[in-house]
Structure formats: structure tokens, C-alpha cells
């Protein structure tokens, strides 16, 4: 990794801050005190705010909030000029001052307090608001010397015990820089959403793709500067800044955000042109977790909760994002984590690692209940929270397709080893959960396979007159490229739980839930190589609470 740190090139307005990934025990405490101190608000002296002189505008990468519950959220920016040097940030602490208020014009004031940027942290900044009205929409800025962030809206979720009229979300996921333009979020802000679920790929580790629409600077995505950079160069992106300045962000991950197909503590394959070996994969891993940090609104509790438990090799890099949020009495929102966790795929071609279609019934191991996707103790967690789930939906924001899709026509199966088909056991305890905790509207939303997948959970894909336990709705990709549709009505015909699909068009999805119904619409562009690409429904479709029938509209 050192070897090809060496050959990286630097895009201009990004740091080149040099910070060594955390490699010991003290090394993560001090980053985990960093995290918790930084995320509390500070009552410092004017005379004690370390306010270097500015050269250049330091909010190049814009705000973000995320991490709502009904009475707190939490505000992100990260202290990135033209040149960080030059503009004399440096390498210590910045104050940075905050406010967040009822106005736009800022004339009615809520809070405001200040909060320390780390060199530590990429001189990123989360700060946790408390105290806040439920179901409340606020306006928020940051302020270093002279210098004023673009101006954020974020919003509180209403009080647990509320009654609740609407929820309206966009899910997406899969945003590969040089597949396209990040257009979809410019139509995304007309949406009038109050939240964005994001479930996975914010960034590619890649440098670079055939055919690319753009191509990104730097090679591979190996180190703690490379993984920087490349969410700087993603956050770069306007229509991307605009729309996480326009309501709260629920967020996970998947693989991409570290390496492609890596599960739990074994690496994943991206290619032979990967400079990295398995050997490098904890402290690979590490880094990544660590930038995924400094760049979402994401609160420090996800780095504090991972010293208590022990996770593979290296207890110190994990990352407890897995969390349950409540909107009033309508919904309950569950984060799921299918990576961090997961244990290796089973019979990939060639003993590969990483991921590849199977023949299940060529595949021992295919069926071992001791496999899990999530991990026993996230399972155990989900389990908990199923137990006392008591709202007019749930809905589960996690990763990928869930339902099984059969890729091979006819007797026999060909199925996927990286998603919910390669983990069949754990697949069927998930929905043994829901039967048995009676939960109510389970939805689950997905991404990853870069195509839009609708259609019904059920207790057994093995058995056409199993009953459905729920629906899901699996996204397409915001650029990220798939395959076509050549073979889609073959593969629905295949997987007849799934009422609709379509593997070519770019998008995103929008769900709206009432007491009574969701309703969700799949929006698409007309193509993401073009920054003016329009956008218009490609379907929509109807769920009545208690009963779990997708009906297209």
C-alpha cells in the first residue's frame, strides 16, 4: 500500500494532509475521544478559538445532516479550501461556529454553539444538536472567520407517540463517478421529500472504467488520503451538495465504500490490477471506515459503541451504524449493516475471493445455518427491535435484492452468492423474525444491483403458495451501470414473486407513507451521461397496511 501511496497524484481543493491510518490500541482511543469530544458542543473565550486566517473559501464540500430522532440531528461540513496549506488551516484544531435557526435569514436563532475541527478527523465536523421541537424544520450554517457555509435544511422526526399524517423518502444507492453525472439529486430536491435513505456505494474505489464519462484523478482507493479524496471528489459534485443541504440523510454502506465484494474481515476482489493483497485488508479496512466517518452525518456513538465489542481481527476499526429510528406512530426505520459483519462467500468460481453465480446444488456449504449476512449479533439486535415494534410500518433500509432471483431458466438454479441468495439460513431467520414478532408492514428497501426489483417477501422462495411477510422494493443505481434488460422478462417470469423490473434506466425511488397506504414511484433519467438529463416515472405502485400486495398503479 505504501508502494502505491507514493504514486498518487493530488487534485487541486483537496487536502494533503498526511495522517497514518490508527494501527494501535492507543492510536484508536485517541481517534475515538477525538470523535466524542468534537461532536459536543463547546462554550469557548473568543480569545481561546483557534481562527487561522483564510485565503480561500473553506466549505468547498458543502453540509450535510443526517442522524435524525425527534428531538436531535446532527449537522456535518469538513474544512476543505482550494489549498488547505496554503489558506494556513494547518495541521491543528480550527474552531468552527454554528447556528441553526427557525428562518433562512437567520433572524430567529435556536442554538448556536462551536465545535473543534481535528486535523485528526480530515478537519471534519459533527455536530450532535439536542433539545430541538419534534417534527420541526430548521435552517443551519457553519462560520470560520469571515467565512459562512452554504446554508442547510434539515428537519426533527416527530415524537414517538405522535400520529402521523406522511412520510416521504427517496431511496438510493450506487453512485459511481465516472458512469455518469450525479443529475438524479437535482430532481430529487423537486421531490419535497423529509429524508433521503442511502443504502450503500457512496463512493467507487476504483481508478477508472471503460468507456468512463469522467475519469477520476488518483489510482487505486487504498490509503486514509486516497479514501479522503475520494469523497472530496464526490462531494465536489453540486447537484450532490445541493441535495444533502435539502432535508436529513439516513445512511449505510456496502462494499465499495472500502473494496468491491469484501465480507466482514476477508477481502473482496476488484482486480488483478489491484495493487492491495489480503494481508492489507485490516488496515485497508480501517481507513475506510474511518473517512466514511469524517465524511457522513453520522454521530461519534458508531465509533464509541465499537470499543465495547470484539469484531474479527481488529476491534478498533468497527463501526456500529446499524440503528432503529422512529417516526411517530407511522414508521419505524431499521439501518442495516449487511457488510461489516458477513461471513465469506461460499463456492465462488475458481476459488476466488469475492463473489460469483452458483449452482446451489453443487455448493456444500450453500445452506449451513451457521452462515450469517448481518452477524449473530445484529440478527439478535433486529430480533429485539421486531419485538417491540408497534408502528403502522416497518421498514428495512439495508443493502440489496432480498427476494431470490434465479438467474437459470428451467430445472435448477443459478443464484448469486454476494446477496440474501447466498445466505439462504439467514435469509429465513430474518423472516421467521417478522412471523413471529408479527410485525406489522414490514417494507424492505434495497439497492446494490444497480436494476429496479419489485415484488413480495416470502417465508419460502422454495414454495409458490408460501405467504408473503412483506414487499420490497429494490432500487436502481444513481450511475452506476448494469447489464439491460435483454433478459428481464425471462427472469421475472423465473422469480414470480417479483411483479416488476427493469435493468436499464438510472434513477431512484420515492416512497410515501400514510396510515393507510404506501405508495411508491420509481423515477428514472434519461440518461446519466448528460448533466441536463430529464427525468419522468417509469412505474408506481400501491401497498394497503395489512396486506402485503404490490399493486402497480
Known amino acids: 500500500m505504501a508502494r502505491h501511496a507514493a504514486r498518487r497524484s493530488v487534485r487541486p481543493g483537496l487536502t494533503t494532509m498526511k495522517t497514518s491510518i490508527p494501527s494501535a490500541a492507543h492510536d484508536r482511543r485517541r481517534l475515538l475521544q477525538l470523535a466524542g469530544a468534537a461532536a459536543t458542543t463547546l462554550w469557548l473565550p473568543r480569545s481561546a478559538w483557534s481562527q487561522p486566517r483564510l485565503d480561500a473559501d473553506p466549505f468547498t464540500l458543502g453540509v450535510a445532516s443526517g442522524s435524525p430522532t425527534h428531538d436531535s440531528v446532527v449537522l456535518w461540513t469538513r474544512l476543505a479550501p482550494a489549498d488547505l496549506w496554503d489558506a494556513n488551516v494547518g495541521q491543528g484544531a480550527v474552531t468552527v461556529r454554528w447556528e441553526v435557526a427557525h428562518d433562512e435569514g437567520f433572524t430567529r436563532i435556536v442554538q448556536s454553539g462551536q465545535a473543534q475541527a481535528q486535523p485528526e478527523l480530515a478537519h ?40 402521523v399524517a406522511r412520510l416521504r423518502l427517496a431511496y438510493a444507492s450506487c453512485q459511481r463517478w465516472e458512469h455518469g453525472y450525479f443529475s438524479a439529486y437535482r430532481h430529487m430536491r423537486e421531490e419535497n421529500l423529509d429524508a433521503v435513505l442511502f443504502v450503500g456505494d457512496y463512493i467507487y474505489e476504483y481508478p477508472g472504467a471503460a468507456h468512463a464519462v469522467r475519469v477520476p484523478p488518483g489510482g487505486w482507493v487504498l490509503t486514509l488520503d486516497d479514501y479522503r479524496r475520494r469523497y472530496a471528489l464526490y462531494k465536489g459534485e453540486a447537484d450532490l451538495q445541493a441535495m444533502h443541504a435539502a432535508c436529513p440523510w439516513l445512511v449505510t454502506w456496502d462494499d465499495h465504500e472500502v473494496q468491491n465484494d469484501y465480507a466482514g474481515a476477508q477481502a473482496g476482489y476488484s482486480s488483478r490490477l489491484d495493487p492491495s493483497t489480503p494481508a492489507d485488508f485490516t488496515a485497508r479496512r480501517a481507513a475506510a471506515y474511518q473517512a466514511y466517518y469524517e465524511h457522513m452525518p ?58 460469483s453465480t452458483v449452482d446451489p446444488a453443487s455448493c456444500p456449504s450453500w445452506n449451513d445455518a451457521g452462515r450469517s449476512l448481518l452477524g449473530m449479533a445484529q440478527e439478535r439486535w433486529l430480533g429485539q427491535e421486531f419485538a417491540r415494534a408497534g408502528q403502522t410500518w416497518n421498514v428495512l433500509g439495508q443493502q440489496t435484492l432480498f427476494g431470490q432471483r434465479d438467474f437459470k431458466p428451467g430445472p435448477g438454479q443459478t443464484l448469486w452468492n454476494d446477496g440474501w441468495d447466498g445466505y439462504p439460513a439467514a435469509r429465513t431467520r430474518l423472516t421467521d423474525s417478522l412471523r413471529r414478532h408479527a410485525v406489522a408492514n414490514a417494507v424492505l428497501l434495497g439497492g446494490d444491483v444497480h436494476e429496479n426489483w419489485v415484488g413480495h417477501v416470502k417465508a419460502d422462495y422454495a414454495d409458490a403458495s408460501s405467504p408473503a411477510v412483506g ?9 452506476s451501470r448494469s447489464s439491460g434488460n435483454a433478459r ?26 400514510t396510515p393507510r397506504q404506501l405508495t411508491t414511484t420509481l423515477r428514472v433519467l434519461d440518461d446519466v451521461t448528460r448533466r441536463d438529463t430529464r427525468i419522468e416515472t417509469l412505474a408506481s405502485f400501491t401497498v394497503l397496511a395489512g396486506r402485503p400486495v404490490v399493486e402497480k398503479t
Request: glycine share 10%; aromatic share 12%.
Open 298 to 355: 453520522i454521530r461519534a456513538s458508531v465509533l464509541t459503541r465499537g470499543m465495547t465489542g470484539l469484531v474479527h481481527r481488529d476491534p478498533g476499526a468497527e463501526m456500529r451504524i446499524y440503528n432503529r429510528m422512529q417516526y411517530g406512530r407511522l414508521a419505524s426505520l431499521y439501518l442495516l449493516d449487511a457488510r461489516q459483519y458477513k461471513d465469506p462467500q461460499v463456492c465462488t468460481r475458481d476459488g476466488m475471493l469475492g463473489s
Open 488 to 513: 428481464t422478462a425471462e427472469r421475472l417470469a423465473e422469480n414470480p414473486h417479483f411483479v416488476f423490473a427493469d435493468a436499464q434506466r438510472k434513477g431512484y425511488g420515492v416512497v410515501e407513507f
Open 124 to 163: 471534519s465536523v459533527h455536530v450532535e444538536v439536542a433539545g430541538l421541537t419534534p417534527d420541526r424544520w430548521y435552517f443551519y450554517r457553519f462560520m470560520v472567520g469571515d467565512a459562512r457555509s452554504p446554508v442547510g435544511r434539515t428537519r426533527t422526526f416527530p415524537a414517538p407517540d405522535a400520529i
Open 471 to 479: 414487499v420490497e422494493f429494490c432500487g436502481t443505481s444513481i450511475t
